[in-house]
């Protein structure tokens, strides 16, 4: 099957390249982290290699390794920032499993005992609240 290009105008490549604003929570020289402005449940983070890739079917293996690292690294953060029983890790690769931004992320969220996820394409969260909660994230991280 032929792959599909990467786009570099896609919205996270503009986050990255400071062309339109993210609250972001983390950054090192392989990854950056921000607010999901439709977030699942209070706290969920996106966490995006610099590097360009659609998804993780093209990416260069030699970055997974850093991504995997920032993941773990934001995880513990919102579990301690939201005081969460647990957290999910989701990933999504092209539209027919719920891709919807084609630049490489992994999705962390917060859970709590017998709070269900809401929809993934859900309902954009203030900028309010998102700047708050990134600003917890960001404390639990030093
Ligand atoms: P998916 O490609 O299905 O893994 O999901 C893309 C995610 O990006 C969704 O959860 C959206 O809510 C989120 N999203 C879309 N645009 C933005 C944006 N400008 N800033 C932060 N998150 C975004």
């Known amino acids: 099957m032929a792959e599909?290009?990467?786009?570099?105008?896609?919205?996270?490549?503009?986050?990255?390249?400071?062309?339109?604003?993210?609250?972001r929570v983390y950054e090192d020289q392989s990854v950056v982290a921000f607010m999901d402005?439709?977030?699942?449940?209070p706290g969920h983070t996106l966490v995006v290699p610099k590097a360009p890739s659609r998804n993780l079917l093209d990416a260069d293996p030699a970055a997974l390794g850093p991504l995997l690292k920032a993941v773990q690294k934001v995880a513990l953060a919102v579990r301690k920032a939201f005081e969460?029983?647990?957290?999910?890790?989701?990933?999504?690769?092209e539209p027919a499993s719920g891709q919807t931004v084609y630049h490489l992320h992994i999705h962390v969220i917060p859970r709590f005992e017998g709070i269900a996820l809401k929809p993934h394409t859900g309902v954009m969260e203030k900028p309010e609240v998102l700047a708050d909660d990134a600003d917890k994230i960001r404390k639990a991280l030093v």
């Open 4 to 23: 599909t290009p990467y786009d570099p105008q896609n919205i996270f490549a503009k986050i990255l390249r400071g062309e339109i604003p993210s609250h």
């Open 37 to 41: 402005v439709m977030p699942q449940g």
């Open 84 to 93: 969460a029983d647990g957290v999910t890790i989701l990933q999504f690769n």
